[in-house]
């Protein structure tokens, strides 16, 4: 047992603050299965986290709020600011201390990266508990699912909210998260309930692209690598393609067309996180895969010499040139996730260079086949939307979504290459 300022806490204790301090509060469940690193602890171990909880309020170090919900019985545990100060000391971060504010890089390596930061901070969204709920089991499943080379770093919105000014007007970017892959590539984490409509969704990825727009105004780096809109377990069984689409057009209706091809935008329901992000890690080598996959299956169609076309950007797929004696054919090809924008912005650049393709020296002497799609996923076939949602006047965005569908095939890789 420890002793720090007057009082006395054992290792589970110290844990359970800790906890409560990287992420601002949590139920006695999500810290019972963080705590055991499990989705489903035993009876015992709930219990012995509800009287170590017990204990931490009467030292008056931890406070909680009934949860009204019946979706999640109990209540919300959070720290007081004795609580907050007692972590303080545990954690040894120094007083006016500015850091990045990465967990694993704190917690498993030692290096500080927590800030001095006020308690006002550190209390949680009482307004959105569910909002904040769901964030957390998203954080579970990292922890649960991803360890030793595959752990996946994560910080909370307080450390990765950026201000910034374009067009003379002060804006402020401000996701719900941030993620960094093994491989260092970052994602934003956006939690999406179903309760943004169309022109909540149209605004927030105006903020996007403004900011977007300081960075390139300013000759800065894109910090990330994508987007991920966070949906609830239930979104899986009901309406996830409907909202797709309604997200999805927001995105494509809002971003420039060159800023969308830099960033990918992902929906996952928190089912699906360790599918969803592995995708991610393996996107190199499941190119790879879809390279050697795809010559095989055309020339069982008969194609002789088949040059496929990769993006410079991030080494994925991008094209192929099919060719027999006397004709050749152009394949857009793509390595999609389930719910994946990247599908659509290629799309988009591919057919910007189609007549440049047709020029090319390989192809002069023959004769032109017409253009396909083939789209290389995993075990979920992507979900293409037929049209954009809501009411705009981008008719050459339908034009391009109702080609991609045209004439497209889907191809499934092999599970083991993930």
């Known amino acids: 047992m420890s002793v720090i300022s007057e009082y006395q806490l054992t290792h589970c204790s110290m844990k359970l603050l800790e906890y409560l301090f990287y992420y601002r509060g949590m139920t006695a469940l999500q810290l019972s299965q963080m705590y055991y690193e499990s989705e489903k602890p035993f009876p015992t171990q709930k219990s012995s986290v509800h009287n170590y909880l017990s204990k931490l309020k009467k030292q008056n170090l931890v406070?909680?709020?009934?949860?009204?919900?019946?979706?999640?019985?109990?209540?919300?545990y959070y720290l007081t600011p004795k609580g907050l100060e007692a972590v303080k000391e545990i954690l040894n971060i120094e007083v006016g201390a500015t850091e990045n504010g990465f967990i694993l890089l704190n917690e498993q390596k030692g290096i500080p990266t927590q800030s001095d930061l006020p308690y006002s901070l550190?209390?949680?969204?009482?307004?959105?508990?569910?909002?904040?709920?769901?964030?957390?089991?998203?954080?579970?499943?990292?922890r649960i699912h991803f360890f030793e080379e595959e752990s996946v770093d994560h910080r909370l919105s307080m450390y990765c909210s950026t201000p910034y000014t374009y067009n003379n007007m002060d804006g402020k970017i401000r996701p719900d998260a941030e993620i960094i892959l093994p491989n260092g590539d970052s994602y934003w984490l956006e939690v999406d309930r179903s309760t943004e409509s169309h022109s909540q969704l149209l605004a927030k990825f105006q903020n996007y692209k403004n900011f977007l727009s300081y960075l390139e105004e300013n000759n800065l780096p894109i910090p990330f690598k994508g987007i991920i809109f966070l949906a609830d377990e239930k979104q899986q069984m009901y309406g996830m393609n409907r909202?797709?689409?309604?997200?999805?057009?927001?995105?494509?209706?809002?971003m420039d067309p060159n800023q969308a091809a830099d960033i990918r935008l992902l929906m996952t329901p928190l089912n699906r996180v360790e599918?969803?992000?592995?995708?991610?890690?393996?996107?190199?080598?499941?190119?790879?895969?879809?390279?050697?996959?795809?010559?095989?299956?055309?020339?069982?169609?008969?194609?002789?010499r088949i040059l496929p076309f990769i993006r410079k950007s991030d080494q994925s797929l991008f094209y192929a040139i099919a060719m027999n004696k006397k004709s050749y054919k152009i394949f857009y090809v793509h390595v999609s996730n389930a719910y994946d924008s990247s599908l659509y912005t290629n799309f988009h650049q591919f057919i910007q260079r189609l007549m440049k393709i047709n020029q090319k020296d390989e192809v002069k002497q023959l004769q032109p086949e017409g253009v396909e799609q083939i789209v290389f996923h995993l075990d979920q076939t992507p979900y293409i939307i037929p049209t954009l949602h809501g009411d705009h006047d981008l008719k050459d965005i339908e034009a391009e979504l109702e080609m991609l569908s045209e004439d497209i095939t889907f191809i499934q890789l092999d599970t083991e290459d993930v």
């Open 243 to 254: 909202r797709w689409m309604n997200i999805l057009s927001a995105y494509l209706k809002s």
């Open 275 to 304: 599918k969803t992000l592995r995708f991610e890690m393996k996107r190199v080598q499941l190119n790879k895969s879809a390279t050697q996959l795809l010559h095989e299956k055309l020339h069982q169609r008969g194609y002789h």
């Open 63 to 76: 406070a909680s709020k009934k949860l009204e919900d019946s979706i999640r019985p109990g209540s919300l």
């Open 122 to 142: 550190y209390q949680p969204p009482k307004q959105q508990i569910q909002h904040h709920l769901l964030l957390i089991d998203f954080f579970i499943r990292l």
